[in-house]
């Protein structure tokens, strides 16, 4: 072990492993301790759209911070009322629409807990539907929501009322009934894989909540604030949520998160039943203001399809890849064999950031303002961790259909 090493066995929680001491990061770069470089492919995982050290970041942070950065959810600020109308806006809310901004998605969708519950317990439905295979969050509630026993059982008992759909057409309109006050989803599952939901899914879960008098809540902590091509991952499902939740890309580094809600679910939260202190304080603001202006303005996510479809392509003729999937600039690699640890841990031997969220998967979500170089260099790298782990794995267009 190196000094941090040791550092961080005795003074840390031991809840995983950590591949480096990083000290620094520029653009889509980042550097350890002794001085090695790496191409950050992962972003924070999805967090960090404009890649380290962003000027519109940056300036932000620090113009804020100099000006006025705390004063609690007994005030308003400047910077948060043009947030949250620019939320809504993007999102396409209308005038109806409303939103809260939290520290971080699992307090979002922490709250989009609570907001089922009030529409349910207006007519005694306690019924929430979740998807196999869906991450929500690591606390209680969130957990709650997340069907997967390695996350979950060491917690037991969970929260009552949680119903978990299988990703078919048949399971999710069998599963609507008039217990049920909402649906949980999460467009595309990040961390099963970077999973897309099967077609029709997402509309069809739209005619059913509508039919059955449930909201349809949308988890896009991971997929929203352009991270696929949309602002957000519904507008290119053509439906219209009752709520969404959002994170991560939304403050590029900094902790932010938010719930938008659409018509009716607007009104159901009255003061009292929910808050937060350090929610959309002036500087978390301020950030998120500068970064979605500078992804709106720089048109980024025209620039997030665009790589998107290149580095799709062109892994899919790298050895050991049996495919793809995600949208925009989030992507799940899929290999040939479930190599996912090893190649992950190749490409960090060779300065190449990524995740194996499953055993067969490698997930990227680099950032938004990649180009040409950075794809180049990342493929090149990539082939180069794949070959090492399996140098006579064929392509996906060798192997037999």
Request: one cysteine or more; aromatic letters at 6%; charged letters at 20%.
């Amino acid at each position: 072990m190196t000094n941090w090493q040791d550092d961080a066995a005795r003074d840390l929680m031991s809840l995983g492993g950590r591949l480096a001491l990083l000290t620094r990061g520029e653009g889509s770069h980042v550097w350890d301790a002794d001085g090695t470089r790496y191409l950050d492919f992962l972003g924070g995982i999805a967090v960090n759209c404009l890649g380290h050290a962003h000027p519109v970041f940056v300036d932000a942070v620090s113009t804020q911070a100099a000006t006025l950065a705390h004063v609690s959810n007994y005030f308003a600020s400047p910077g948060q009322l043009e947030l949250a109308g620019r939320l809504k806006r993007l999102a396409g809310t209308g005038e109806q629409g409303r939103v809260f901004l939290t520290n971080s998605g699992a307090e979002a969708n922490e709250m989009a807990i609570k907001l089922a519950r009030l529409h349910g317990n207006r007519s005694g439905r306690t019924t929430i539907l979740v998807v196999e295979g869906a991450f929500h969050g690591r606390t209680m509630g969130t957990l709650s929501l997340t069907p997967k026993p390695a996350y979950r059982d060491p917690f037991q008992p969970a929260l009552p009322g949680i119903r978990t759909v299988e990703q078919s057409l048949e399971s999710l309109e069998a599963a609507f009934d008039d217990t049920v006050a909402a649906m949980i989803v999460e467009p595309i599952q990040g961390e099963a894989g970077v999973v897309e939901l099967p077609e029709g899914f997402l509309a069809r879960a739209r005619e059913l909540a509508t039919a059955h008098d449930a909201l349809l809540i949308l988890d896009e902590v991971q997929t929203g604030s352009g991270r696929t091509g949309e602002w957000f991952a519904f507008q290119g499902a053509g439906i219209v949520p009752d709520a969404v939740t959002l994170a991560k890309s939304i403050g590029a580094g900094f902790p932010l998160g938010a719930l938008i809600t659409f018509g009716a679910a607007s009104e159901l939260f009255y003061p009292g039943t929910h808050n937060s202190t350090f929610g959309g304080n002036p500087l978390a603001s301020a950030v998120a203001n500068a970064v979605l202006g500078h992804i709106e303005n720089a048109h980024l996510l025209e620039n997030v399809k665009v790589r998107g479809a290149a580095l799709r392509d062109a892994v899919a003729e790298l050895p050991l890849v049996a495919g793809t999937r995600g949208a925009g600039l989030l992507i799940g690699i899929r290999l040939t064999a479930p190599l996912a640890a090893e190649v992950r841990a190749a490409a960090h031997e060779r300065g190449l950031i990524v995740n194996a969220p499953t055993d067969d998967v490698i997930r990227i979500a680099p950032a938004y303002t990649i180009g040409d170089a950075e794809v180049a260099e990342f493929l090149t790298l990539f082939e180069a961790a794949l070959t090492a782990v399996a140098p006579s794995a064929p392509t996906a267009s060798e192997i037999p259909a």
